[in-house]
């Protein structure tokens, strides 16, 4: 009889729980991470290359980040580092293209060529952590999430007229699933993993019972993504777009992020364009993330 009373107390909690967050609008600047919280960084990985014109990966294109997560003044510092194995012809097949039916309807087709890569998480002073070897769609990412929002923001979408529903819907699953590419490095890897679960929200005792564990989702918003501008030495990254994400736990709001995203040519296509992103927890202000790209170099 005691677990009879108790249930009704936990589906109130629930449902207080359950209140809508209001995503805030994105952010059109990102602050810049000073290199001197990374003194590692150097020993990793430094420099920029101008992008490249041919859009297939060759082996040893390379990216590093900054990630640095602040939890109630407890700061952490790490590096993610990025290097392609192996040369991938994503020119010879389209990441995606509309197919018409013949009763005269559209559906979409998408398919990628996978590149592997090796991803190196370090400490801020240069120490290896963790490294694994992951499958990317190449194809996706060397697209990157640009074409994605320049077809469901308004002010682009005049520009270029309107376009298909069907072309919509094959950028959306383009841009959506560069996103998830991406959040599988760190689904993969143990030590980003960690990090990734102390700033989301955790579930409620409710909702872990109900969906037997944790179960996070992925939302973009393309057509709420804003021009932004990027910080140093990212700012010659023109025509960057904040776009608006939210991470969702057994379906309640857990994350909150803003991502900047450039063009994704080479060596920028390992990140699909993705050069910077803030995070922030929908409920504690006292839990931020940054994360910053602060090298960037072409294989070969």
């Known amino acids: 009889m005691k677990h009879l009373t108790v249930l009704p107390a936990l589906c109130v909690l629930a449902a207080c729980a359950a209140v809508p967050i209001e995503q805030p609008a994105p952010a059109s600047s990102f602050a810049r991470l000073p290199l001197d919280e990374f003194p ?14 041919a859009p297939d990966w060759v082996p040893h294109d390379q990216v590093l980040f900054a990630l640095r997560l602040d939890k109630a003044g407890d700061v952490k510092r790490w590096l993610l580092h990025l290097d392609a194995q192996a040369e991938v012809p994503v020119s010879s097949m389209s990441p995606g293209s509309t197919v018409a039916n013949p009763d005269g309807s559209a559906s979409v087709s998408m398919q990628s060529l996978s590149g592997v890569t090796v991803v190196k998480v370090f400490e801020a002073d240069g120490v290896l952590l963790d490294e694994t070897t992951v499958a990317l769609p ?6 990157g999430l640009l074409p994605s929002i320049r077809a469901h923001t308004v002010d682009e979408a005049q520009d270029r007229g309107t376009i298909e529903a069907a072309e919509a819907l094959r950028l959306w699953m383009q841009g959506y699933f560069t996103m998830e590419a991406l959040l599988s490095v760190v689904r993969e890897n143990d030590v980003l993993a960690s990090y990734f679960w102390q700033v989301v929200e955790t579930p409620g005792v409710w909702s872990v019972i109900t969906h037997l564990g944790a179960s996070p989702s992925v939302h973009l918003s393309f057509e709420k993504s804003v021009a932004a501008s990027a910080p140093e030495p990212l700012r010659s990254d023109a025509g960057a777009f904040s776009v608006p994400l939210r991470v969702d736990v057994n379906g309640t709001a857990a994350l909150f992020v803003d991502l900047l995203a450039g063009e994704a040519s080479r060596p920028y296509a390992l990140c699909g364009g993705i050069v910077a992103a803030t995070a922030r927890h929908p409920t504690r202000r006292d839990v931020k993330f940054s994360m910053q790209l602060i090298a960037a170099r072409r294989g070969r």
Do not use: T
């Open 40 to 53: 590692g960084a150097l020993k990793v990985l430094s420099g920029f290359d101008e992008r490249a014109v």
């Open 138 to 143: 190449a194809s996706y990412l060397s697209q």
